[in-house]
């Protein structure tokens, strides 16, 4: 069961010296884990199929004993198998028949309060309904269903629910907010809600400082901790309580051919986190997410920094991402960094922003050396397009500070023939004052929106072949201390009135060529930038 990409990254990738002649032909490698042949059916062991019996014991006594022996495969049979936690061991494959639907309770006692991670720091979790660490050859395969049962564990907000759907959960029981917009599932959950930083656990706290509101650490679905070899294949994925997939800290990762399926108003229903991963396949799978599609994360802040493990040699193909606040997402919890990043053939559908790529103040890190290709979006909500390094910030201040190891960076980002038929903007590159966003190239782009371009604080950047078909037109390209802008061959509608809205006294050399600049008006100049900072070749 061998499975080889070529990985052969030239020395201008491994050093971070991005040069043009970058290869789609040698991308990073995933190694398959293998497994025996053994087979070690569920039934054996006293599971009874139906959905009223748990069948925890049996199902987890199938895994250690295939382990003990080792390894092989731990058959889940065509049926519905009502169960608590499951807990992997290495060398085995957890296989699900083509029926088969393993369906978590919704008895909370069953899962324990553990210490577990949060966006990279220490947090109290009740413990996964599927949960590995430290393993080496584990799978879970085959074309059955795991249903995390994620509706009685998640918190949920009137507005993202219909009137008949609103009063249907109410009349269920559960506990409303103060001011009634939210429904918690239980007083258990309202208490941590309100405790100020709960989710994180506190210096000089223990777990059992937890217990009163122990409802409140929803647990994600599947995580897998440290392991080596892993290969989720053919699963379909749903309804996790948090985060979908939390793969962490893992080497030769393979995603092929998987369904996640979340309400698209599941809190923090991310589909795929991928976090300080190393040679990673993400191929031909689907994604509905209530919250980001297929995200790269390297924990937050100096919890992040001081673990110091990137996501890196990462390929994603042949996917489709439907309802999610992002297809393709990193950050913002990326303080370990990412890179050495591929995607390629991928569809987005109806999803918040198309490609995603976020950080803040205080994160750190560094985000380089991502290549995409290839992509189609419909139907985006927002950007088609977004580099932002003011994720989750309000109050978004001019304002320079200094640059310290809590500064994040992006750079060296090659985008090429992507096309979206439908978003609120185009594109938005947003840097800091103090550290511009840096090298972003994009090439044979084609969008459809309502409003233009948008380039703040960033140094570098290449529009090559970009043609841009958008309602607002005043300015086309609005640009806000850029400096090093290369714009060729800008193709736009006839109904653009400006092409060029420049400000800010740090714009300068931003140089246009191949494009048609007698339609429109040409560029006006404000807040400290002069009309030497636009260059229009003849």
Same mark, same amino acid.
């Given at each position: 069961?061998?499975?080889?990409?070529?990985?052969?990254?030239?020395?201008?990738?491994?050093?971070?010296?991005?040069?043009?002649?970058?290869?789609?032909?040698?991308?990073?490698?995933?190694?398959?884990?293998?497994?025996?042949?053994?087979?070690?059916?569920?039934?054996?062991?006293?599971?009874?199929?139906?959905?009223?019996?748990?069948?925890?014991?049996?199902?987890?006594?199938?895994?250690?004993?295939?382990?003990?022996?080792?390894?092989?495969?731990?058959?889940?049979?065509?049926?519905?198998?009502?169960?608590?936690?499951?807990?992997?061991?290495?060398?085995?494959?957890?296989?699900?028949?083509?029926?088969?639907?393993?369906?978590?309770?919704?008895?909370?006692?069953?899962?324990?309060?553990?210490?577990?991670?949060?966006?990279?720091?220490?947090?109290?979790?009740?413990?996964?309904?599927?949960?590995?660490?430290?393993?080496?050859?584990?799978?879970?395969?085959?074309?059955?269903?795991?249903?995390?049962?994620?509706?009685?564990?998640?918190?949920?907000?009137?507005?993202?629910?219909?009137?008949?759907?609103?009063?249907?959960?109410?009349?269920?029981?559960?506990?409303?907010?103060?001011?009634?917009?939210?429904?918690?599932?239980?007083?258990?959950?309202?208490?941590?809600?309100?405790?100020?930083?709960?989710?994180?656990?506190?210096?000089?706290?223990?777990?059992?400082?937890?217990?009163?509101?122990?409802?409140?650490?929803?647990?994600?679905?599947?995580?897998?901790?440290?392991?080596?070899?892993?290969?989720?294949?053919?699963?379909?994925?749903?309804?996790?309580?948090?985060?979908?997939?939390?793969?962490?800290?893992?080497?030769?990762?393979?995603?092929?051919?998987?369904?996640?399926?979340?309400?698209?108003?599941?809190?923090?229903?991310?589909?795929?986190?991928?976090?300080?991963?190393?040679?990673?396949?993400?191929?031909?799978?689907?994604?509905?997410?209530?919250?980001?599609?297929? =995200?790269?994360?390297? %924990?937050? *802040?100096?919890?992040? #920094?001081?673990?110091?493990?990137?996501?890196?040699?990462? &390929? $994603?193909? +042949?996917?489709?991402?439907?309802?999610?606040?992002?297809?393709?997402?990193?950050?913002?919890?990326?303080?370990?960094?990412?890179?050495?990043?591929?995607?390629?053939? =991928?569809?987005?559908? %109806?999803? *918040?922003?198309?490609? #995603?790529?976020?950080?803040?103040?205080?994160?750190?890190? &560094? $985000?380089? +050396?991502?290549?995409?290709?290839?992509?189609?979006?419909?139907?985006?909500?927002?950007?088609?397009?977004?580099?932002?390094?003011?994720?989750?910030?309000?109050?978004?201040?001019?304002?320079?500070?200094?640059?310290?190891?809590?500064?994040?960076?992006?750079?060296?980002?090659?985008?090429?023939? $992507?096309?979206?038929?439908?978003?609120?903007?185009?594109?938005?590159?947003?840097?800091?004052?103090?550290?511009?966003?840096?090298?972003?190239?994009?090439?044979?782009?084609?969008?459809?929106?309502?409003?233009?371009?948008?380039?703040?604080?960033?140094?570098?950047?290449?529009?090559?072949?970009?043609?841009?078909?958008?309602?607002?037109?005043?300015?086309?390209?609005?640009?806000?201390?850029?400096?090093?802008?290369?714009?060729?061959?800008?193709?736009?509608?006839?109904?653009?009135?400006?092409?060029?809205?420049?400000?800010?006294?740090?714009?300068?050399?931003?140089?246009?060529?191949?494009?048609?600049?007698?339609?429109?008006?040409?560029?006006?100049?404000?807040?400290?930038?002069?009309?030497?900072?636009?260059?229009?070749?003849?």
């Amino acid at each position: 069961m061998k499975f080889t990409l070529l990985l052969s990254l030239s020395v201008a990738l491994t050093t971070g010296a991005i040069a043009q002649n970058y290869s789609w032909s040698n991308l990073p490698k995933a190694e398959l884990p293998t497994f025996k042949k053994d087979t070690f059916n569920i039934l054996s062991y006293g599971a009874i199929e139906g959905g009223k019996k748990l069948n925890s014991k049996s199902i987890n006594d199938a895994i250690n004993t295939c382990n003990a022996k080792g390894g092989g495969v731990v058959l889940i049979p065509n049926g519905t198998w009502l169960t608590g936690p499951i807990v992997l061991k290495s060398n085995v494959n957890l296989h699900l028949n083509p029926s088969a639907s393993l369906q978590f309770t919704e008895d909370k006692n069953e899962y324990k309060l553990i210490l577990g991670d949060y966006e990279g720091h220490p947090s109290p979790r009740n413990e996964s309904p599927i949960f590995g660490k430290d393993l080496t050859n584990v799978a879970i395969t085959g074309e059955g269903t795991i249903d995390g049962h994620g509706d009685v564990w998640r918190a949920i907000k009137k507005g993202k629910m219909s009137t008949a759907e609103w009063e249907s959960l109410t009349a269920k029981g559960g506990v409303l907010s103060e001011n009634k917009s939210t429904w918690y599932p239980s007083e258990s959950y309202a208490r941590g809600a309100a405790e100020k930083d709960a989710i994180v656990l506190q210096p000089g706290k223990t777990l059992k400082d937890y217990e009163g509101m122990k409802d409140f650490f929803r647990p994600n679905l599947i995580v897998l901790n440290n392991c080596k070899k892993v290969l989720l294949q053919n699963t379909t994925f749903k309804n996790s309580p948090a985060w979908c997939l939390h793969i962490l800290l893992c080497t030769d990762l393979t995603v092929q051919g998987v369904h996640v399926d979340n309400p698209w108003n599941a809190q923090n229903g991310d589909a795929l986190d991928i976090e300080s991963c190393k040679n990673v396949l993400v191929e031909n799978s689907t994604f509905n997410a209530g919250d980001d599609g297929i =995200c790269v994360k390297s %924990g937050r *802040d100096a919890d992040g #920094r001081k673990r110091g493990i990137a996501t890196e040699n990462m &390929v $994603v193909r +042949n996917c489709v991402v439907y309802r999610a606040h992002g297809g393709f997402v990193i950050g913002s919890e990326m303080s370990g960094g990412a890179k050495n990043i591929y995607v390629y053939n =991928c569809k987005f559908i %109806g999803t *918040d922003i198309g490609l #995603r790529f976020k950080t803040t103040r205080g994160r750190g890190g &560094v $985000v380089e +050396n991502i290549f995409i290709k290839d992509l189609s979006m419909k139907n985006i909500a927002h950007e088609a397009i977004l580099f932002d390094m003011y994720y989750a910030v309000k109050a978004k201040k001019k304002e320079t500070m200094p640059v310290t190891e809590g500064t994040p960076l992006f750079k060296d980002f090659y985008v090429n023939n $992507v096309t979206c038929d439908g978003a609120e903007r185009a594109l938005l590159i947003r840097g800091l004052p103090e550290m511009s966003i840096k090298g972003i190239h994009l090439e044979n782009i084609t969008l459809n929106t309502r409003k233009g371009l948008e380039i703040i604080e960033a140094d570098g950047i290449s529009l090559k072949n970009v043609t841009v078909n958008c309602e607002e037109t005043n300015p086309l390209v609005h640009l806000d201390n850029g400096s090093n802008i290369s714009i060729d061959n800008l193709k736009y509608g006839s109904n653009t009135s400006l092409l060029f809205g420049i400000e800010g006294d740090k714009s300068a050399a931003i140089k246009v060529s191949g494009t048609d600049v007698t339609t429109a008006k040409k560029a006006e100049f404000t807040n400290g930038a002069t009309e030497q900072a636009l260059i229009i070749a003849k």
